[in-house]
């Protein structure tokens, strides 16, 4: 007889356990599963995330924080029926400076987090990232497209990582019939980044709100896509209640150079700051453009708010950092 367990029926409070639950994307995350009638179990060794984004939770009876490094065994009393797993180094200074950290919680903190949903029933989500398709050779990036990463490269910890959770997770969902789901997430900003996380976003509106020279790489033709968080977050939610397990990138279309957003960062801020062009690192991607195709057809899913108004609170978010 078999002794898989059987997934819990979610009842009018179900329980999500989000790791990496006070990091940038995972503390939006938990904040719009709180308002969505979930207990959140957060968990996060501080690696990278912050106490200040999930501080203002202090005393909300339906939320709980560990603090662990989810490489480590997960024990958790009562049901779950929900596991989001986020944790992970997530910006190329983070990620260059922990790269062993970096692969071990996408490859043993992966499989802990899997073994959680695995011996509670529970439906699981990864949080992969439009990395895995490397420096591409197609574009925009389709979920079929297999990349064009450099194992080699100082990158490699962070887009192998993601690589081998994806295979993991595809792994579990075949061995132990787990209900799986991943997102690849594309270039995301808003209020929660911190000041010095090597991003553009940041580097760029912390610059400029200084007046100080803003950094392009290259020649500035390099192209991002930039989405607002609270746009992810219902997308990466949408996908989580539906019924795909095959990946679904969440990102914004709009395309545009980085030389084109250094000039949009100046314009919103007023700055004084001039644009200085430097190297362009190791593998950097030249490209990096959703097809979102997918999250369109199968969860009723577009991007809506513009740059100009997440900016306007991103900018006030930094503002408040910096005392400016």
Not at 67 to 73: G, L, P
Not at 101 to 123: C, N
Not at 191 to 202: A, C, I, K, S, T
Not at 293 to 319: C, M, N, Q
Request: include cysteine.
């Amino acid at each position: 007889m078999s002794t898989r367990p059987s997934r819990p029926s979610p009842s009018t409070q179900p329980v999500s356990v989000v790791t990496g639950g006070a990091g940038f994307l995972g503390s939006h995350l938990v904040d719009l599963l709180l308002a969505r009638g979930h207990r959140v179990i957060a968990i996060d060794n501080f690696i990278t995330g912050s106490v200040a984004n999930i501080d203002h939770l202090a005393g909300n009876a339906r939320f709980r924080f560990i603090q662990q490094d989810v490489t480590e065994f997960i024990f958790l009393k009562g049901p779950v029926d929900y596991v989001w797993h986020f944790a992970s180094p997530a910006s190329p200074v983070d990620y260059l400076e922990f790269p062993i950290q970096t692969l071990k919680v996408g490859s043993l903190g992966t499989h802990k987090a899997l073994g959680l949903a695995k011996e509670k029933g529970a439906r699981f989500l990864l949080a992969s990232t439009s990395e895995i398709y490397g420096d591409p050779l197609v574009h925009p990036q389709t979920e079929s497209y297999w990349g064009n990463v450099n194992t080699l490269g100082p990158r490699g910890c962070y887009d192998e990582s993601k690589r081998f959770a994806e295979a993991l997770v595809m792994a579990y969902h075949r061995e132990h019939a787990i209900q799986t789901r991943i997102v690849r997430i594309f270039n995301t900003y808003g209020p929660r980044m911190r000041l010095h996380d090597g991003r553009v976003v940041p580097a760029f509106i912390s610059q400029a709100l200084t007046h100080r020279p803003i950094t392009v790489f290259g020649d500035g033709t390099q192209t991002r896509s930039f989405c607002y968080c609270s746009d992810l977050i219902e997308g990466i939610y949408r996908l989580m209640m539906g019924r795909h397990t095959e990946p679904v990138n969440i990102g914004n279309p709009h395309e545009m150079t980085m030389l084109q957003f250094a000039e949009a960062i100046i314009r919103a801020t007023r700055s004084r700051s001039r644009v200085v062009f430097k190297p362009l690192p190791q593998d950097d991607p030249k490209q990096r453009q959703p097809d979102i195709t997918r999250a369109r057809k199968w969860l009723k899913w577009d991007p809506e708010v513009p740059l100009g108004e997440g900016l306007k609170s991103t900018i006030a978010y930094f503002r408040g950092k910096l005392g400016r």
